[in-house]
C-alpha cells in the first residue's frame, strides 16, 4: 500500500514568487493535515481537511497560504509570495480511524 | 491541547533497553497517548499509542500510570537505527482526528 507522499521533495525560490506542493494521502483516508517546521522551531500544525472541506485551518500563518483539496483526494498548499521566513519542511499527513501517516516532506527554502 | 515535557537527549548503547518518560499533567479524559519517531530527512513515524495501563507492540511498549498524567516509552534492545528523535504528543483519538501539537522532542543517540 502506498504511503503519503509529497512533491516536490525539495523546492529553492526567490522571495515574491509562487509555489505549491502537492500532496496525495493514503487512499480512503478523509482527514488529511498540513504541517510544517521552520528553521530552529518544532513541527507546527497548519490545517485539517476532511475530504475537501477544510476543518479546521488556526494554524495558518497568514492569507498568503492557500491550501485546497477539491474533489476530496489529493491536496495542494500554495505559498504566494513566498517570504524569507516560510522557507522550512512542510509535512503532509492523512488517517482514517486510527493514526496519522505522514509524508516525507517537502523542504522549501526561499532566497 | 496538552502540553508534554520529556528529556531534550539521551544516549544508549547497542543491546540496551531505553526508557523515556513524559509528562502531561493536562491531559484532558478524551485525550490519547501517542508516540512518533523520526528519522533525519523524513516524516515522523507511528510508534505506539495508549489511553491507560501498558501497551505493547512489536517495536514498543508505553506504560501509563492511573493517573495518566506522565507515561514512559520504553524501547527494548535498541540498534543504531534506533537512533532518531521521539516524541510524546496527547491528542483526541477515535475520531481519525489528530490534531497534534508537537514539542521538541527527545533526541535518542545509539552507539556501539
Known amino acids: 500500500e502506498a504511503g503519503v507522499t509529497q512533491f516536490p521533495s525539495h523546492s529553492v525560490i526567490e522571495k515574491g514568487q509562487t509555489v505549491t506542493l502537492r500532496c496525495d494521502p493514503i487512499?480512503?483516508?478523509?482527514?488529511l493535515y498540513w504541517y510544517r517546521r521552520v528553521m530552529g522551531k518544532e513541527i507546527k500544525f497548519l490545517l485539517h481537511?476532511?475530504?475537501?472541506?477544510?476543518?479546521?485551518e488556526s494554524g495558518m500563518p497568514n492569507n498568503r497560504f492557500l491550501a485546497e483539496r477539491t474533489g476530496g483526494t489529493y491536496s495542494t498548499l500554495k505559498v504566494q509570495p513566498a517570504e524569507l521566513e516560510d522557507s522550512g519542511v512542510y509535512f503532509c499527513?492523512?488517517?482514517?480511524?486510527?493514526?496519522?501517516?505522514f509524508g516525507q516532506g517537502t523542504r522549501l527554502t526561499v532566497v | 491541547l496538552a502540553k508534554t515535557t520529556q528529556p531534550i537527549s539521551m544516549d544508549s548503547y547497542e543491546g540496551q533497553e531505553v526508557n523515556i518518560t513524559c509528562s502531561h499533567n493536562n491531559i484532558a479524559t478524551n485525550d490519547y497517548i501517542t508516540w512518533y519517531q523520526q528519522f533525519p530527512s523524513q516524516g515522523p513515524r507511528f510508534i505506539i499509542q495508549?489511553?491507560?495501563t501498558k501497551v505493547t507492540n512489536e517495536v514498543a511498549s508505553l506504560f501509563i500510570p492511573a493517573d495518566r498524567k506522565s507515561s514512559t516509552l520504553s524501547l527494548p534492545r535498541v540498534s543504531l537505527s534506533d537512533t532518531a528523535v521521539y516524541y510524546c504528543?496527547?491528542?483526541?483519538?477515535?475520531?481519525?482526528?489528530?490534531?497534534?501539537?508537537f514539542g521538541t522532542g527527545t533526541r535518542l543517540l545509539v552507539s556501539p
Open positions: 495508549g489511553y491507560k
Open positions: 504528543l496527547v491528542a483526541t483519538s477515535g475520531t481519525g482526528f489528530q490534531k497534534l501539537v
Open positions: 487512499s480512503g483516508h478523509d482527514n
Open positions: 499527513a492523512s488517517s482514517q480511524e486510527g493514526e496519522a501517516f
Open positions: 481537511f476532511v475530504k475537501e472541506s477544510k476543518q479546521d
